[in-house]
C-alpha cells in the first residue's frame, strides 16, 4: 500500500468515526432543544457558543490546524442551530415573493406548521435550501396555461438539490383595485408576467396597459402603497386581504383548469422504496451526434416507462446546445430503472436523477 492509499484509508475511517460522533451529538441536540422549547429559551446562545469554540480549540495543540479547527466548530454549531430551529419552530421552506403569494400558499400546504420563509427570487430561495439555511425550497417548475418555468428548470440541472415532492396547486387570479375602485378607473394592470397571460383574454377586452412584477404579492403591494385608483393587480384573495385591497373581479384567469406545479427541493434524495405509481424527474445532455436525443429517448421508451413531458433548455455555457429534463412514471429505483440509467450514461454527456416522488394532487383538486 502506498502512502496515498494509506492516507486515504485513513481518512475514511475518520469519517466513519466523525459520523457516529455527529450522530450522538445531533441526539444530544435534540435532548437541547427539547428543553429550550418547554423553557421558551432562545435557540442562538453567543456566550456559550463562543466558551465551547475556546475550550474545545486547546483539544488541538497544532496552532496551523487549531485555525481549522475552529472553522469546522463554527459549521458544526451552524448545523445544531439548524437542527433545534425545525424542532422548535418546525420546517423552514423557502419560497420566492412575498407574503400572499401562491408559492406561500403551496409551502403552507405542503408544511402544515412549519415556516414559509420569503425570498426575493427563484435563485436566492434555492440556494437558502442549498446552504442549509432553509430545510426545502418550495418553487414552481410549470403552469398549466403558460408552460414552464425556466429559470427554476435551470437551477435544478445546475445545483444539486433533489426534488422528493410535486404539488399540483390550482390557481385562482383575481382582479384587485383599491377600496372603492370601479372597472371603468382602471387603466394599467400590474402582476407577474405567467399572470398577465393566464388572463389575457380579460385584459384585452378591456383594454388594460399592462406591468410586469417580480410576482402576484408583490404587484399588490405595489398598488396598495402606490395608492392610484388607476393602477389594479392580479393576484389572490390572500394577498387582497394581507394589502388592504378589495377583490374587484375574481376568477379572471382564462382556463378554469389553471394549476401550477410546485416541486419540493431539499439536500437529500428521497430514499424511501420505490412504486410502480412513482413519478422521476431526470435530466440531461446528449452528446453532438446525429440520432443522440433520439436513442436516449428510446432507451426510455424501451424500458416501458412513460414520459410524461420532454422539455429542452438552452445550456448557458455552450451557445446554441441544450440540456433535456423528463418527468416520468415508473419505478426507477428497480434493476430496469438502473440499466436505464447505464444505458443512458453511454448515449449522454451528463445525466442526472434529480429525484423520485408520489404522485400528488393540490387541495383544490381533492375536494
Known amino acids: ?53 475556546r475550550k474545545n480549540s486547546a483539544f488541538v495543540e ?44 403551496a409551502a ?45 428548470c435551470d437551477l435544478i440541472f445546475s445545483g444539486s438539490l433533489y426534488i422528493n415532492s410535486m404539488l399540483d396547486l390550482a390557481v385562482t387570479q383575481n382582479l384587485l383595485t383599491l377600496p372603492g375602485v370601479t372597472v371603468e378607473e382602471i387603466r394599467t394592470v400590474v402582476s407577474h408576467p405567467q399572470a398577465l397571460a393566464q388572463c389575457a383574454a380579460f385584459l384585452r377586452f378591456h383594454g388594460f396597459e399592462t406591468r410586469e412584477a417580480a410576482n402576484t404579492a408583490m404587484a399588490a403591494q405595489a398598488v396598495a402603497e402606490s395608492g392610484d385608483p388607476t393602477v389594479a393587480a392580479i393576484g389572490t384573495e390572500r394577498a387582497a386581504a394581507l394589502y388592504g385591497l378589495n377583490v374587484l373581479v375574481p376568477h379572471i384567469n382564462e382556463s378554469g383548469l389553471n394549476t401550477t406545479r410546485f416541486a419540493v427541493l431539499s439536500r437529500t434524495p428521497n430514499d424511501a422504496p420505490g412504486r410502480d405509481d412513482d413519478n422521476f424527474f431526470l435530466v440531461f445532455s446528449v452528446k453532438n451526434e446525429a440520432g443522440s436525443l433520439a ?13 410524461r413531458g420532454l422539455h429542452s433548455r438552452p445550456l448557458k455555457t455552450l451557445p446554441w446546445n441544450y440540456y433535456f429534463y423528463v418527468e416520468g412514471e415508473g419505478n426507477i429505483r428497480s434493476e430496469n430503472g ?26 383544490e383538486e381533492e375536494r
Open 1 to 53: 500500500m502506498n502512502d496515498l492509499d494509506e492516507a486515504r484509508r485513513t481518512i475514511n475511517e475518520c469519517d466513519r468515526e466523525i459520523a457516529g460522533a455527529f450522530v450522538r451529538r445531533m441526539e444530544a441536540v435534540r435532548r437541547v432543544a427539547a428543553y429550550k422549547k418547554e423553557r421558551g429559551l432562545p435557540i442562538y446562545d453567543p456566550v456559550r457558543e463562543e466558551e465551547l469554540i
Open 62 to 105: 497544532d496552532p496551523e490546524l487549531q485555525a481549522y479547527y475552529v472553522t469546522f466548530q463554527r459549521n458544526t454549531m451552524a448545523v445544531s442551530r439548524a437542527y433545534q430551529r425545525k424542532l422548535i419552530e418546525g420546517v423552514r421552506a423557502a419560497f420566492s415573493g412575498i407574503p400572499g403569494a401562491f408559492a406561500e400558499e
Open 108 to 152: 403552507a400546504e405542503l408544511f402544515p406548521g412549519g415556516s414559509p420563509v420569503p425570498f426575493p427570487d427563484f435563485a436566492a430561495a434555492y440556494r437558502a435550501a442549498e446552504a442549509g439555511e432553509c430545510d426545502y425550497a418550495v418553487l414552481p417548475v410549470e403552469n398549466s396555461f403558460a408552460g414552464e418555468v425556466g429559470i427554476v
Open 295 to 307: 436513442e436516449a429517448v428510446n432507451i426510455i421508451g424501451r424500458r416501458g416507462y412513460n414520459m
Open 338 to 363: 438502473e440499466a436505464m440509467m447505464r444505458e443512458l450514461g453511454a448515449v449522454c454527456e451528463r445525466l442526472k436523477l434529480v429525484g423520485t416522488y408520489p404522485a400528488r394532487r393540490g387541495k
